[in-house]
């Protein structure tokens, strides 16, 4: 693997991890195994580097991934799979949850680096999680509510990201964090 390509496989995983804020370019070189300057030399800058990242996320992702709002499964399945795409699991970190978690960095604390969410190319994956959450809405809600549920909820999977997550489940039964996450949206959506 070129250093370019090391370099944008560590961006994506620190940034997903973490957000652009949090992310600096010398965690980036150290995971990638190169150094600073080779990341300027390719990227010019955190912010270049971050548009790359962003764009290969976008560009770059299989369309082979069922999408969480598949008309053939329940709403709460949806949910379900929606959550399961930004949440981390033990040993079943994919390119796509990172992915999902870039864009939900890139939502819930916006760069500008892409431009406005809604004239980037970052208008699909919002328009997904709003597609998750609408058939939670009673049918008197007012315009604008899916997308405060939406980000309501990306929220509440993004926290389990800046947190050591098996340190405090250590002790309790294995229900995966997908179950329990879910579980509770369902809570807070006053619906389980």
């Known amino acids: ?3 370019k390509q090391r370099v944008l496989e560590a961006a994506r995983t620190l940034f997903a991890d973490r957000g652009f804020q949090s992310t600096t370019v010398r965690d980036i070189a150290m995971r990638a195994g190169t150094n600073v300057a080779s990341i300027n030399y390719h990227y010019r800058s955190k912010e270049e580097l971050y548009r790359a990242t962003l764009m290969h996320a976008l560009t770059g992702s299989s369309d ?16 379900q799979s929606f959550i399961a795409k930004l949440l981390p699991e033990a040993g079943t970190e994919s390119h796509e949850g ?3 978690r870039l864009l939900a960095w890139e939502m819930l604390s916006p760069t500008g680096i892409l431009g406005a969410p809604g004239e980037s190319e970052i208008a699909p994956y919002i328009a997904e999680a709003q597609e998750v959450v609408r058939p939670f809405l009673p049918e008197d809600a007012s315009p ?43 809570q807070g959506l006053g619906l389980h």
Do not use: K, Y
């Open 144 to 186: 604008g509510d899916d997308m405060l549920l939406a980000l309501w909820l990306i929220g509440q999977c993004i926290i389990f990201r800046r947190i050591d997550v098996a340190r405090l489940r250590a002790g309790h039964n294995e229900q995966s964090l997908v179950a329990l996450v879910t579980g509770l949206a369902l």
């Open 64 to 79: 082979d991934t069922p999408s969480s709002a598949q008309s053939n499964h329940t709403a709460t399945e949806r949910l």
């Open 98 to 100: 990172e992915r999902m």
């Open 1 to 3: 693997m070129s250093t």
